[in-house]
């Protein structure tokens, strides 16, 4: 996408940007949205929520030892590892959905970076003033009033950081064990490393790098072009009206030249968080948070002219008003093409995922299992004769529906079943029962052994039932083989 109007050393990044606070619907919405998601963040991480055995009591918890993610009600395996790729194909068409229709509304309300740079900044101001002040106290330079105001910024940007970086790890280790652990330096050593990672990642982008990230880092800048199309509304400068600029105050007289209603004020740039001028038109640091938009209706209405001079607009509405130089809807000219084939094609797309997500969560059983033959060898010979297989079998009761469970095998006849687990056997006999309390999510080597008299030639399909012991209802069935010598 090329960068329209800037010369080498004016390219937003290089110049340090100091932005300007500003007031407005956009501004109002931002703030919302960064309240919401440090709540939500920042909140749930202590809701309470019981959990079985040795996991913290918390709502949302991926919990490593235990190989599990709880969500309130939920509880998701690595069984369940599908839908996360569900999850991350609804996000995609999301983004994709959302871009076509308003740009880079992600970019600019409810992206992370976004957010805590949002957040950083708030700080900046409440330490060191609006922009104008910032930049008077940069030429004063460190007087012991500037340093104490720098030492109270970094410092609150450094608690922020660590926070930030606890509340993370939290959702994995449970959030008041690692709070704790860190305040008195009392957690495990991966966990204080991994909270001051993020913590100085925090501190450095939001507090540092800030637009950098957007600029240079992030790739949706790079191929969100390629989702636009003439009808996505996005920031637009309406330059047909604005143009030529010129001062507030205007030479009166016939031989007056023909003024636009863009004053040069330049407040559009200053409130910029990327720090680009949208008067040259859509750049690659343009995030759509729509704050110039914010500060330009602010100034025309104390000039008593119409807002929208930049407002959220189509190319093609645009490209309507340039030519008749009127609001398409005032003056009747042409409406946007229709069907929009991208929209609609991404907005299937996402209902047909969320559709899937919903149906596979609520439809989802919660006793599996998962054999796999050993192939090395296929089967064993005993010394009596009998033919032995072995199996490992793995279990996972996510719904705690069986205290007890019970093998049984269709398919062959006069079998002997040995399950054992971590080395320890369990059962044995024709349908073998064990406890299922301690082994919840048992990794299980199961031996079938048949004897001479009975055993089958070459490959034998079967059935594996696992049955609740309680009731004798059939939770789960897997079918599979028994391999014998080719010739008997």
Request: charged share 15%.
């Amino acid at each position: 996408m090329a960068v329209v109007g800037y010369e080498a050393d004016e390219f937003p990044g290089i110049k340090k940007v100091h932005q300007k606070s500003v007031t407005g619907r956009f501004r109002t919405i931002k703030s919302a949205v960064l309240i919401a998601m440090m709540i939500g963040f920042y909140g749930l991480a202590w809701l309470p929520w019981d959990r079985p055995g040795a996991a913290a009591n918390q709502a949302f918890l991926m919990s490593f030892t235990e190989g599990k993610f709880y969500a309130m009600w939920f509880s998701f395996w690595p069984q369940d590892l599908y839908l996360l790729t569900l999850v991350l194909l609804f996000s995609a068409f999301g983004l994709f959905f959302t871009n076509t229709i308003v740009g880079r509304v992600w970019c600019g309300f409810s992206c992370p970076q976004t957010l805590w740079t949002d957040g950083f900044q708030f700080v900046e101001r409440f330490f060191e003033g609006d922009r104008n002040e910032q930049l008077r106290r940069e030429k004063e330079g460190l007087t012991p009033a500037n340093l104490a105001r720098k030492v109270g910024k970094h410092g609150t940007w450094l608690l922020i950081g660590i926070i930030t970086g606890a509340t993370l790890i939290g959702y994995f280790i449970g959030t008041w064990n690692t709070f704790a652990g860190v305040a008195t330096l009392s957690a495990s050593t991966p966990a204080l490393v991994m909270v001051g990672v993020f913590a100085a990642l925090t501190y450095l982008l939001a507090g540092f790098a800030r637009e950098k990230v957007c600029l240079y880092m992030c790739p949706w800048p790079r191929f969100q072009s390629a989702m636009l199309d003439p009808n996505t509304k996005i920031v637009t400068y309406h330059a047909w009206r604005g143009e030529p600029r010129g001062k507030a105050k205007r030479k009166a007289g016939a031989d007056a030249p023909a003024m636009g209603d863009c004053v040069d004020c330049n407040l559009c740039v200053n409130v910029c968080p990327t720090g680009v001028d949208i008067r040259n038109g859509l750049q690659l640091g343009c995030i759509g948070c729509g704050l110039c938009a914010d500060a330009c209706d602010g100034i025309m209405s104390k000039l008593k002219r119409p807002t929208g001079l930049i407002n959220f607009a189509s190319l093609a509405q645009t490209h309507d008003e340039a030519h008749l130089a009127a609001p398409v809807a005032e003056a009747g000219g042409r409406k946007a093409p229709l069907p929009r084939v991208r929209m609609y094609g991404y907005g299937v797309l996402l209902v047909l995922v969320a559709a899937a997500m919903v149906f596979t969560v609520l439809n989802r059983t919660g006793f599996d299992v998962a054999i796999t033959p050993e192939r090395q060898p296929a089967f064993v010979m005993l010394s009596d004769g009998s033919i032995r297989n072995i199996y490992n079998v793995r279990l996972s009761d996510r719904g705690a529906e069986a205290s007890a469970v019970r093998f049984e095998i269709e398919g062959l006849d006069s079998r002997t079943i040995t399950i054992s687990h971590a080395g320890s056997e369990l059962a044995s006999g024709p349908t073998p029962t064990f406890a299922f309390d301690n082994t919840a999510a048992a990794a299980l080597r199961v031996l079938v052994t048949v004897p001479p008299t009975h055993r089958p030639q070459g490959r034998t399909p079967i059935t594996f039932s696992i049955v609740n012991a309680d009731d004798g209802r059939v939770m789960t069935t897997s079918s599979t083989y028994f391999w014998g010598p080719e010739n008997n």
